[in-house]
């Protein structure tokens, strides 16, 4: 139905935050967020371990619905990766079509995580 693109760039006109950059270093984001209409009841996330970890305590659907995080070898893809899925079957039907493990094996440092989810709800609320 729609799609929002968000550029999250770095500030490069500050010097503090240059200076940062040097203890911290930092890259410029893109973030595609697609809104499906009919989408079959599943969540499911493949990211790189650090982020997945943040995934897993800050999301609510992630933390609810996919308690363990599986290894990609499976898929060939970098052992950098893990995958979060609710059904295993999602896992085999994305990461199953050799188009999708080329492009993401071509290019592993530019991606961070996908995120599918029918009930999406964002981060977790503080209580």
Known sequence: EGMLVELKFIKRQDMIGIISQ????????????????????????MATKKTAQKLSKDMTDISSFCPEKKSVDKYGLSTNFVVMSELGEVASAVLGDPKICAIINKFPGL?????????????????
């Open 22 to 45: 040097l203890i911290r270093p930092s890259c410029d984001q893109l973030i595609v967020k697609v809104t499906m209409d009919e989408i079959d009841t599943f969540v499911f996330c």
């Open 111 to 127: 991606l961070d995580y996908l995120h599918f989810s029918d009930q999406y709800s964002g981060p977790k609320q503080p209580e």
